[in-house]
């Protein structure tokens, strides 16, 4: 399962922050994932579940930001959103080709320590 991995990696990355920051416990966890990001945010909140209680951020909540996906037609400079999909198609003009603004994100935006 892909979205695992990408969890695995952001716990670990979070837990290296907690021991830099000398924190003792992680109390949140802000992901933004984005439409186009090829990851699905249920998926992702499933695999952080299923990791987070045997690590050090046992107690740690997860919020996950979904980004709506916005891209730019190339034609009319259009910006619309094109949903979740390859395809990008100028509701306007239906010139296929875009500029992609928002939807890529996948980050770790804020950790905080209690
Ligand atoms: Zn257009």
Same mark, same amino acid.
């Given at each position: 399962?892909? #979205?695992?991995?990408?969890?695995?990696?952001?716990?670990?990355? /979070?837990?290296?922050?907690?021991?830099?920051?000398?924190?003792?416990? /992680?109390?949140?966890?802000?992901?933004?994932?984005?439409?186009?990001?090829? /990851?699905?945010?249920?998926?992702? !909140?499933?695999?952080?579940?299923?990791?987070?209680?045997?690590?050090?951020?046992?107690?740690?909540?997860? #919020?996950?930001?979904?980004?709506?996906? /916005?891209?730019? &037609? !190339?034609?009319?400079?259009?910006?619309?959103?094109?949903?979740?999909?390859?395809?990008?198609?100028?509701?306007? &003009?239906?010139?296929?080709?875009?500029?992609?603004?928002?939807? !890529?994100?996948?980050?770790?935006?804020?950790?905080?320590?209690?």
């Amino acid at each position: 399962m892909h #979205e695992l991995g990408i969890a695995q990696a952001a716990l670990q990355h /979070v837990l290296a922050q907690a021991e830099r920051a000398g924190a003792a416990r /992680v109390g949140r966890i802000v992901l933004r994932i984005g439409e186009l990001s090829g /990851v699905d945010p249920d998926s992702l !909140r499933f695999a952080f579940e299923a990791i987070l209680p045997t690590s050090a951020a046992a107690d740690a909540q997860l #919020e996950i930001e979904a980004i709506t996906a /916005v891209a730019r &037609c !190339r034609s009319c400079n259009l910006e619309y959103s094109p949903g979740p999909t390859a395809l990008f198609e100028c509701p306007h &003009c239906r010139a296929l080709g875009a500029d992609i603004l928002h939807g !890529r994100e996948l980050d770790l935006v804020r950790i905080d320590f209690t």
